[in-house]
Structure formats: structure tokens, C-alpha cells
């Protein structure tokens, strides 16, 4: 009986604390995390991977996002103290888990997270429809992140949906996720489906082809398309490069926080200035935030001035200085080879879908992180996928799934 409710006990909460991340129902997320800690009790966590040089980077990495806020206060450093044990632990759990689940299980909850993924789709959509936001699908909590995350699961399953419906059956399928895309405005789903076409199965002729028709359509709408047109703006702000501002500026603009593009260049140039001032340890985690409102106010008084450092290629010389880069370098970069070499080794068996899944997860990580601001859906992120990717490299016996299947590799 045990062995049964464990698998149920550990996937349900992994699907529930997914569900309280995109819907911000921190709660919910508090207690599937301390349900899977509690399972440390009934499975074997310490595990060789977690001693490997990429878990230790892994936990090195997610300790100054958040343990290093004792440099902000004393109350702060112990809240983000506990939230660093609570992640760690249940992350290690389900990684254990997942990495020595049999093929079918899985098979299914890859499935049952694919499904929960779709019905958060549908709901964004239908929500913003009928609230009236034809477009600029970003007003659901942080629905939008299933956007990036359905593009990684349609390519993953390419061969599953080429084998059901056929090649043009899979190119409907992207070509109809592409639109969605395209009116919701998301610019880094934009980017990441650009990169994970490049990265898919496809001939690499037919990518060469798609590559240039997309580049002269997305020119020629860009061109035509209303200025006023919010996806057009989207658009428009990944081709054209903008004038740099002088900081004097900013302070005269009205409503800045609307903006968002004008606004995240302020904050990360202000992030760039408390580098400069503290360079070894940085300001602690959330920092800058600290810093921010005690130079501008709260979000609402400064005009959006106040806002929270965006990339973590700004926040973190901010808030953990040459230590913390040095941490974050050491952990992209052990992560980047892992990636590379797991690929390089699994492309021999067999040349799936599914076996992309690392490079498809990579181009993500490095995408959100890239502009979005630090959340616990990114500190997962961080750790989940530093955690299964140790595990993969430490024994081929952790985290080998048959890619003849369709499995997860």
C-alpha cells in the first residue's frame, strides 16, 4: 500500500505546488512543499548526484538568492533561510523520485502535467476573452508562463503528435500554438519558440526556409500593422533598437511603470550603480528591492520607479556581488556542459523528440532568466533542473528513460 500512495502523494503535490506557482496561491504552495519534505522520511534523498559539483552549484545558487538577505535584515534572513531548507529538500525529494521512477510512471505524469498545462492555457485565454483583453494576456497571477512552457511540451512530443496525426498534423499544431503566442504579446515566448524550432527535429533546409519566410513576415508586420497595436509594439521592440536614455529622463516621465521596456532599463542601471557601490557581497537577496523603496517609495508612490530588478544578469552583481557571480557562473556553466554532454551521449541511441528535452529546458532557464525578475517559479526552475541534470550525469542508472518511447530521456 505504501509503495502505491507515495508515487500519488509525491506527484499530486509536485502538480499542486505547479497549479499555486502560475496561479500564486502561496498557501496551496506552502504545504505541497512541506508534504514532499515530509516524504524525506520514506525515501532515499541523499543520493550521490546531490553531491556532485552541479548540485552543490545547484544549492550554492539558490542560497545566495536567498539565505544571503541576512545583509538586509535579520527578519528577512531568516524567512528566506527557512524558504531555502523548504525548497532544497523538497526539490532533492521529487528529483529522487522522478530519476528512479519506472518508464510508465513517468510517461504518466509527464502526461497528467502536459493535460494541467493545457487546461491553464484554455482558462488564460477564456479569462482575458471574456474580461476583454483580446490581446496582452499577462493579467491571470502568472499564467503566462504555461505560454513558454506548452511551447517546450509541443516539441516534446513531436513525435508522438507526427505518429497520431501525421507531419502536418504536428505543423497545424505549432503553427496554431505560434498565433496564440503571437496575440498574447509574451515577447520571451517569441524568443524561446524561435529557439527551440531551431533546436527540433526539423530538416534543417525546412528551418532554413521557415527562418527566412518568418523574418519577412515578422518585418512586414511590423511595418504595416497599427502603431498603436499592442502586439506590433511587441514586435517592433525586438527588431528596433532604442535610443539610450540619459538617467535624467526618467524622473520626467509620467506613468513610467506602464512602460515597461523604458522602466527596466532604469532599474537595471540603478542595479548596475549598487554593483559599483558594493562589489564583494552585493546588497543581500532582495536587496535591491529594499534599496529601491527606500530611495523611491513604495511602487505605487514612485510612478514605478520602484520596481524590482528584471534579469538575473543584473540582480545578481546587485545583490550578490563578485561572490555571487562567480556562484551563478559556475553553475550555468556546469549546466551548460551537462546539457551538451547528456545530448552528445543520448543522440547516439536513439534521435527522439523527447531526447531534446534538456536543450529545450536549457533554452528556457536562459530565457526567463534573462529579463525576468526573481520568483520562486525561477528559483524551482534553477534547482529542479540543476538537480535532474546531476542525477543524469552522475549514473546512468538515474534518470534513464527509453527515447524509442517517447519518454522523457
Known amino acids: ?29 506552502i504545504f505541497c512543499l512541506l508534504v514532499l519534505c515530509a516524504n524525506a522520511l520514506v525515501l532515499p534523498v541523499l543520493r550521490r548526484f546531490l553531491f556532485s559539483k552541479l548540485a552543490i552549484a545547484s544549492i550554492l545558487y539558490i542560497a545566495m538568492a536567498t539565505v544571503s538577505a541576512f545583509l538586509v535584515s535579520p527578519q528577512e534572513g531568516v524567512y528566506r533561510t527557512v524558504q531555502f531548507f523548504i525548497l532544497v529538500l523538497s526539490t532533492a525529494v521529487f528529483a529522487v523520485y522522478f530519476c528512479n521512477a519506472s518508464d510508465r510512471r513517468r510517461a504518466i505524469f509527464i502526461g497528467r502535467f502536459a493535460l494541467l498545462t493545457g487546461a491553464i492555457f484554455v482558462h488564460m485565454v477564456l479569462y482575458h476573452l471574456a474580461n476583454g483583453h483580446f490581446t496582452t494576456w499577462k493579467y491571470l497571477a502568472d499564467t503566462k508562463s504555461v505560454l513558454s512552457v506548452s511551447i517546450i511540451l509541443i516539441f516534446f512530443y513531436e513525435d508522438w503528435i507526427s505518429r497520431k496525426w501525421s507531419r502536418t498534423g504536428f505543423y497545424v499544431a505549432i503553427v496554431t500554438l505560434l498565433l496564440l503566442l503571437m496575440i498574447s504579446g509574451e515577447r520571451k515566448a517569441y524568443i524561446l519558440f524561435a529557439a527551440i524550432y531551431l533546436l527540433s527535429r526539423e530538416a534543417v533546409l525546412i528551418k532554413i526556409g521557415v527562418v527566412v519566410v518568418g523574418a519577412v513576415a515578422i518585418a512586414g508586420f511590423a511595418a504595416l500593422a497599427p502603431p498603436e497595436s499592442y502586439v506590433a509594439r511587441q514586435v517592433d521592440s525586438l ?31 540603478m542595479a548596475r550603480e549598487q554593483f559599483r557601490e558594493s562589489p564583494i557581497l552585493g546588497l543581500g537577496a532582495t536587496g535591491y528591492q529594499s534599496w529601491s523603496r527606500a530611495n523611491f517609495g513604495l511602487a505605487t508612490d514612485s510612478r514605478g520607479l520602484a520596481m524590482n530588478v528584471h534579469g538575473e544578469i543584473n540582480r545578481i552583481p546587485a545583490e550578490g556581488g563578485v561572490i555571487g557571480i562567480a556562484v551563478a557562473s559556475a553553475y550555468y556553466v556546469l549546466l551548460i556542459v551537462a546539457v551538451i554532454r547528456d545530448f552528445l551521449i543520448r543522440v547516439k541511441w536513439n534521435n527522439s523528440s523527447s531526447m531534446r528535452a534538456p536543450l529545450y529546458i536549457l533554452s528556457f532557464l536562459m530565457i526567463y532568466a534573462s529579463v525576468e525578475a526573481l520568483d520562486t517559479f525561477m528559483l524551482e526552475l534553477i534547482l529542479l533542473f540543476g538537480f535532474v541534470m546531476a542525477a543524469r550525469i552522475a549514473s546512468a542508472g538515474h534518470c534513464k528513460i527509453r527515447t524509442n518511447n517517447g519518454y522523457l530521456p
Open 1 to 29: 500500500m505504501m509503495s502505491k500512495i507515495v508515487p500519488r502523494v509525491i506527484e499530486g503535490c509536485a502538480l499542486g505546488f505547479y497549479i499555486s506557482l502560475v496561479y500564486k496561491m502561496d498557501k496551496v504552495g
Open 239 to 269: 527588431i528596433t533598437p532604442k535610443r539610450e536614455m540619459q538617467i535624467g529622463e526618467f524622473y520626467g516621465i509620467q506613468n513610467i511603470g506602464d512602460q515597461s521596456d523604458i522602466i527596466r532599463d532604469f532599474v537595471n542601471r
